[in-house]
């Protein structure tokens, strides 16, 4: 990784594990009706994530979810009865996507881990599902690659990449750059 990439890695690694994703605007408490509140926010503000993601099919299968943030997407699966993994770049993520499950009374093997060299052997995963992390990443394509590797041949990979030039993503840069007072933050990382 070249020193600007690993610079990038960094600075993302910094800024969301200060406040995971959606901490700050949704997360006002942390227990088990301040996660669920966070869960129905997210699910009214981005209505076809339950469609994109169809947790019910995960039921029985290996499931990996690559970025997991505050873990509303997590607990979805673990609802679903997936045998679950699930990793992020940031203790922060971990922590609070280990802290709802317990609250639930769900379970998944929780680690903190890089997207661009996951710690899994090959075809190790029914599934793969990640939701708006891979364009976080300094090598996407890497990312890419290594979902390709742990997936099960004739598994499944789930993944969402935000168009930079979008609604959503003039939406992210303004919550996550203007809004907190950092406007020269670009799009890839905001
Ligand atoms: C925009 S948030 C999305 C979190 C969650 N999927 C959601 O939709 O709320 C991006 C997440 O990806 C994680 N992330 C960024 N780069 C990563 C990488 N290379 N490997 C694993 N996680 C990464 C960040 O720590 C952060 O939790």
């Known amino acids: ?63 990996l979810e690559i970025g997991i943030g505050l873990g509303a997407d997590h607990q979805r699966f673990a609802e679903a009865g997936a045998e679950l993994y699930g990793i992020d770049l940031t203790e922060r993520a971990v922590e609070h996507t280990r802290r709802r499950l317990v609250l639930f009374g769900l379970s998944s093997t929780l680690s903190v881990g890089d997207a661009e060299n996951l710690a899994f052997p090959d075809e190790t995963f029914d599934q793969v599902y990640s939701w708006a992390v891979l364009r976080h990443s300094p090598k996407t394509p890497l990312a890419i ?40 933050r670009n799009l890839k990382a905001a």
């Not at 901490?23 to 209505?47: F, I, T, W």
């Not at 789930?158 to 959503?168: D, N, Q």
């Open 1 to 63: 990784m070249s020193p600007n990439q690993n610079l990038e890695k960094q600075q993302m690694y910094g800024f969301w594990n200060e406040a995971a994703c959606g901490e700050s605007l949704y997360l006002k408490e942390v227990d088990c009706a301040g996660y669920q509140a966070h869960s129905e926010m997210r699910y009214q503000l981005e209505p076809f994530i339950p469609t994109f993601a169809d947790f019910a099919t995960a039921k029985e299968q290996k499931v």
């Open 145 to 184: 690659e290594e979902i390709y590797r742990v997936l099960k041949s004739g598994g499944t990979a789930k993944v969402m990449i935000y168009h930079k030039w979008s609604m959503i993503g003039l939406m992210l840069w303004l919550r996550y750059a203007l809004l907190v007072g950092r406007p020269w």
